[in-house]
């Protein structure tokens, strides 16, 4: 720069006689003004980035605090591993009050939790974790026995991750203490078999005594009253469930996306933080995507807005699998609107139709039909899966898919519909409902 003294690099080397004495000096001088003005700019910079990095530190662990005060008031313990290494990079507060075990030593140890899985439920939890780190996302149920020697039942789901390369570097899960509603689920099934006792002695009262007309039908009655109970409270039950996932889940995983965002926004350079944050990110819009479907299937909203036959379409798309059956939909005649109850019923039935069929049919085609006639709107669901047997009095409530079977002959009858299903060992199931329009 003009009047800015420059800056100088002097050589100097002399020149000797034989005898070692100075002939003449040589001296080079060399500006090396610009040189050194690129270093002070550096400098600067260095600063600069030094001051910033900082910032960005400050504020990536003003939101870890953030992100464990969310974890520590959440129930599902969470963790989070290193592939390569076997340990744990992070496990959430809430697994000493699922394991009833210190964090330190699960830290220390990360498969001491083994110690406390029942041992016929050990083989199952080995194979899930193989399928983790084999690439493969696993879920499994399975029992731990506590120091008192009480149980309780786990559901623990399990994820890889992947670099950009395609290699595991870390899998991730989530577990959760569900042992109230297996509880639940095993009364259910005690009140299962006590319902096919009670109508298995009803066929027994029926052959000997034909004159106990009356005492069938206030048994007939009874459950039906019990089979209106058990639809309304699934209905309430999945609207509660869907609304705590969108309005209490969905918001707290919204705002930790906002704030990985606005962290991943403060990184200018790529660099290991910058990837973990954008690894966070697809977990955390992963988990979202699962909330809507999941709250999408409990409480389907689409079914006020846009009317039943958008609302199947949008079913059967969501439920469409790869290597699934190939799924099929038809509709023709039928109104946008039919009633708030005939629609849910319709869409109810087809849903848990469709759940069974992908269960337990093995089914390359499905196909669901959907018609209005004069007086009728006709309802098909038809599979060339595997079938199954039915006895001579409906012996089939020791299994879900049996229990769904009665839920759905119940929605039908409730719109003053009429439910039939047809089915044969190794000729697919058939399913027809008719419900009338006025």
């Known amino acids: 720069m003009e009047g800015t003294p420059p800056w100088l690099r002097a050589d100097i080397e002399a020149d000797r006689d034989k005898d070692g004495a100075v002939i003449q000096w040589r001296i080079v001088l060399m500006d090396i003004t610009e040189p050194k003005r690129l270093e002070t700019d550096l400098a600067r910079k260095c600063d600069a980035l030094e001051l910033r990095l900082r910032k960005c530190t400050s504020r990536l662990e003003e939101l870890e ?106 899998t991730v899960g989530t577990a959760r203490e569900v042992t109230a509603s297996k509880q639940a689920e095993i009364e259910m099934k005690r009140l299962n078999e006590n319902l096919r006792a009670e109508i298995e002695q009803r066929r027994r009262i029926e052959e000997e005594l034909k004159t106990h007309r009356k005492e069938i039908l206030q048994e007939n009655t009874r459950r039906k009253s019990l089979s209106i109970r058990l639809v309304d409270l699934l209905e309430r039950d999945r609207r509660e469930i869907a609304s705590a996932l969108h309005d209490d889940l969905g918001m707290i995983l919204t705002s930790t996306s906002m704030e990985l965002e606005s962290l991943k926004d403060g990184l200018d350079d790529e660099g290991p933080m910058l990837e973990r944050i954008r690894g966070a990110q697809a977990r955390v819009k992963e988990a979202m995507e699962y909330v809507r479907n999941v709250s999408r299937r409990l409480r389907p909203d689409v079914l006020d807005h846009l009317g039943l036959a958008a609302a199947l379409a949008n079913l059967v798309d969501s439920m469409k699998t790869d290597g699934g059956p190939r799924l099929h939909l038809f509709i023709k005649g039928v109104p946008k609107r039919l009633g708030a109850d005939k629609q849910l019923t319709v869409y109810r039935i087809v849903q848990e139709a469709l759940t069974n069929t992908l269960k337990h049919a093995k089914a390359t085609n499905v196909f669901v039909n959907l018609v209005k006639t004069d007086s009728t709107i006709l309802l098909t669901i038809e599979d060339d899966g595997i079938g199954f047997q039915i006895g001579p009095e409906l012996q089939m409530f020791a299994d879900r898919r049996s229990l769904g079977i009665v839920i759905m002959e119940e929605r039908a009858r409730q719109v003053k519909g009429t439910f039939q299903l047809e089915t044969r060992i190794g000729k697919g199931t058939h399913v027809l409902v008719e419900i009338p329009l006025d």
């Open 65 to 170: 605090k953030r992100l464990r005060l969310i974890l520590d008031t959440l129930e599902d313990a969470f963790w989070v591993r290193n592939a390569e290494n076997g340990r744990l990079i992070f496990v959430s507060p809430a697994f000493e009050k699922i394991w009833d075990r210190p964090l330190k030593q699960l830290l220390e140890d990360p498969d001491s939790f083994l110690d406390s899985i029942h041992p016929e439920d050990r083989d199952l939890v080995q194979t899930a974790r193989e399928k983790t780190f084999q690439g493969l996302a696993a879920a499994v149920e399975y029992r731990i026995l506590l120091s008192d020697g009480s149980v309780r039942w786990i559901r623990a789901r399990g994820y890889p991750v992947r670099d950009d390369n395609g290699r595991i570097v870390m």
